[in-house]
């Protein structure tokens, strides 16, 4: 029943007819409730459904507000809108009408006559244009402790309840209460709801500027290790071409050494020849020729092999083609350029390598990797040692794996520490030679291009061995959908 269904006073109908009409009310009421519509259209229709039961009667619903001091018109769809209006923000107190003060006590109201009833005084100009002469306001609870705001039962005459009123005042409250009850939870949802979405909100900004400034942070750290990995190639560099230029000097000033001699002999030899050449004095210059034409020949074909072998290092290093390659000759060639840093330091350097080692596989990553364990011995492995040795192994196993082994007699890797050699910028020489992405970088190749793993095992003070397994034919690089070559995956 809505507004426009309401009954006048003479169509009252009888108690009986009364009582259903009370019970589908109640119905549609709660029904309203159940689907969530608006709470004054809900009080609106109740206060109606209360004005249908009883003759001449006038209802109200005031609400409380959420300071607990003023009231708020929420409904009085029969009583005047400017009386509602003056109602609606008038605070409560022990002499209060009857609606400000039984929400006050918390407890009901019965004023039989406005007009002289001491509640009244302060209020009764206003209640009198509009010809209402009794009020009955009794509290809306939502539960014992708390008051939503009062329901009352206004007349134009003088009256006192009578059993029949006291049982709609009771409906009236109860289907109140519900309702009430039921907007505040929805809006105490509605703000919790909005609280959550402004402090999911402002996580998600939180966790964006933190990724943000993560993406950044990534983006410096991988430039810093680039910067690093481009250092250390150009230290190493330095060391190489140290090397080399140590390695190459002693066959090149020999030979140049024979040569300068030679020259000074063959100018003694022409002098005596214009004085008049013995046979002794030719046969003596023709054997220290031949003598000094053999020192020649070997210091000169030393350098030369020198020369070749560091040609085809530099090839490998600088490449990352793919080719079938001997691998005892690749470690053969980085053995002398190994020996010099190694005699440096007093470190002498041994080879166990099996006969005719093939691959199909990448020698200049390959090599790196070799070099970076090698290197790797020598700044960590014999730190308060005098001397040392290393030993380089290559051996083919079962499957089509090769092992390649570097393993020192020196100081070993703590087991503490054992666990992490392969974490980027993880080192125990920073400021003294060590970047921290060595090990890192050999792990990312091995593991990488390679398709292998890399096994570690040491005992502290007794020495550690790094032994790389790889496939004698290296996997195919994996194809991105981007069409790029990435790594391949490592060999089980």
């Known amino acids: 029943m809505n507004a426009s269904t309401a009954m006048p006073p003479s169509a009252i109908p009888a108690p009986e007819a009364r ?6 009310g109640q119905s549609q009421v709660l029904e309203l409730i159940a689907r969530g519509a608006p709470l004054g259209e809900t009080l609106d229709r109740l206060m109606l459904l209360i004005e249908s039961q009883s003759d001449g009667v006038l209802c109200s619903v005031l609400l409380l507000d959420d300071d607990g001091q003023r009231m708020r018109s929420a409904s009085g769809p029969s009583l005047s809108p400017e009386y509602m209006a003056a109602l609606d923000g008038v605070a409560i107190g022990p002499a209060v ?26 209020y009764a100009p206003l209640a009198a244009p509009h010809g209402l002469r009794a009020c009955w306001s009794t509290p809306i609870y939502l539960d014992k402790e708390k008051v939503l705001g009062s329901f009352a039962m206004y007349y134009r005459d003088v009256r006192v309840p009578n059993d029949e009123d006291m049982g709609l005042i009771g409906v009236a409250t109860h289907l109140a209460g519900i ?17 959550l979405e402004e402090l999911v909100a402002a996580r998600t900004a939180e966790l964006t500027l933190t990724n943000q400034e993560l993406a950044a942070t990534l983006d ?20 190489l071409v140290t090397g080399v230029a140590h390695e190459l000097n002693t066959p090149i000033g020999n030979s140049l050494v024979m040569a300068t001699t030679m020259s000074e002999q063959t100018l003694a030899l022409s002098a005596q020849l214009a004085e008049g050449l013995k046979r002794s004095a030719l046969e003596a210059f023709l054997t220290r020729n ?11 074909s030393r350098a030369a092999a020198l020369v070749s072998s560091f040609k085809q290092l530099a090839v490998d290093h600088t490449s990352s083609q793919r080719r079938v390659f001997s691998l005892t000759e690749l470690i053969e060639n980085m053995l002398p350029t190994m020996r010099i840093g190694a005699r440096q330091r007093g470190v002498s350097v041994t080879a166990d390598l099996a006969e005719q080692l093939t691959m199909d596989s990448f020698p200049g990553p390959l090599g790196e990797v070799l070099v970076s364990l ?8 014999f730190d308060g040692i005098d001397g040392g040795a290393v030993r380089i192994s290559a051996a083919p196993r079962a499957t089509g794996l090769v092992a390649i082994s570097v393993a020192d007699n020196g100081v070993g890797i703590p087991a503490a520490m054992a666990a992490r050699v392969y974490d980027p910028f993880f080192t125990t020489k920073l400021g003294s030679g060590g970047s921290g992405l060595g090990l890192h970088v050999v792990h990312n190749i091995v593991t990488g291009i390679l398709g292998g793993r890399i096994e570690l095992h040491s005992d502290n003070g007794q020495g550690a061995r790094f032994t790389v397994l790889l496939p004698a034919v290296a996997p195919a690089p994996a194809v991105h959908e981007s069409g790029q070559h990435g790594p391949a995956a490592p060999h089980a």
Do not use: M
């Open 220 to 239: 410096t750290l991988s430039l810093t290790q680039e910067e690093l990995v481009r250092r250390g190639k150009l230290a190493a560099l330095g060391a």
């Open 19 to 24: 009582a259903e009409l009370l019970r589908v």
């Open 374 to 381: 090698f290197d790797n011995c020598l700044l960590h492995a």
């Open 97 to 122: 009408g009857s609606c400000g003060t039984a929400i006050y006590r918390r407890e009901t109201v019965i004023v039989a006559d406005i007009l002289n009833d001491p509640l009244w005084a302060p």
């Open 179 to 195: 309702a009430i009850e039921r907007t505040r939870r929805e809006r105490e949802l509605t703000q919790h709801r909005e609280h």
């Open 290 to 300: 031949d003598e000094a034409n053999q020192l020649l020949i070997r210091n000169l």
